[in-house]
């Protein structure tokens, strides 16, 4: 399975900007990037995800490198409320069959 | 628009015995997958199922075991409990049909298993 590689923790101040970088060097031509993220207690909920160009929705964006290699969410301002763990995930599919990878994610602290 | 449920939400057993978790995917979803997350952990993938039929397996024994139903709710059923099956068992529903749509899971919240 191809793996994804973050930091372990990030901090930000509230109102600011948030990158959260993410490598995934031996990713295929096929899969996908997806960002989850977890707060505690609940699942994991979808934030974002692309296979080749930026995305943006109202949660955040996702840019992706050219090389496909890396990618970075970016939460354009933070909130106490985006205190969690942030997972980096590529998603292969296979037929009729398609499939998560998540690795240890980045817990991202907000301050005031 | 009910999302994905999960039943129970806390489940305690001992060694040896075996358990079921249900779940019941979101409205217009298709598919369901399970994941392991023990403590402090990313979620760890179990199975998928679509059609009723297991797609895809994770890295898991045979003690694991699923269900898929033709309204497309689910169970994993573990027999032979151990102490290391403790974890948060969580279930995710998708849609396999074609559009942007297609293959985002949507998670439950989980069933916490505690083994003794």
């Known amino acids: 399975d191809a793996k994804t590689t973050q930091p372990n923790s990030m901090e930000s101040n509230e109102e600011e900007p948030v990158h959260l970088p993410c490598n995934h060097s031996?990713?295929?031509?096929?899969?996908?990037i997806h960002w989850y993220r977890q707060l505690p207690s609940q699942g994991p909920e979808y934030v974002i995800h692309?296979?080749?160009s930026n995305v943006n929705n109202r949660m955040a964006s996702l840019a992706i490198a050219e090389d496909r290699k890396s990618s970075t969410l970016i939460l354009h301002r933070a909130t106490l409320r985006d205190a969690a763990v942030y997972y980096c995930i590529l998603r292969r599919d296979t037929g009729t069959a398609s499939k998560l990878t998540f690795g240890t994610g980045t817990r991202l602290q907000v301050t005031l | 628009d009910a999302g994905v449920t999960q039943s129970p939400t806390h489940l305690i057993k001992t060694r040896g015995q075996q358990v079921t978790l249900r779940c019941s995917p979101k409205s217009g979803h298709d598919t369901v997958s399970w994941y392991q997350q023990a403590l402090g952990q990313g979620p760890q993938f179990i199975f998928q199922?679509?059609?009723?039929?297991?797609?895809q397996r994770g890295n898991f024994p045979d003690r694991f075991s699923g269900h898929q139903f033709p309204n497309y709710s689910s169970e994993l059923n573990v027999n032979a409990l151990l102490l290391g099956d403790s974890a948060l068992y969580l279930c995710?529903?998708?849609?396999?049909?074609?559009?942007?749509?297609?293959?985002?899971?949507?998670f439950g919240a989980g069933t916490r298993l505690s083994v003794l």
């Open positions: 199922y679509y059609e009723e039929e297991e797609r």
């Open positions: 692309g296979l080749t």
């Open positions: 995710a529903s998708s849609w396999m049909g074609e559009g942007e749509s297609k293959n985002i899971q949507y």
């Open positions: 031996t990713i295929s031509g096929t899969d996908y």
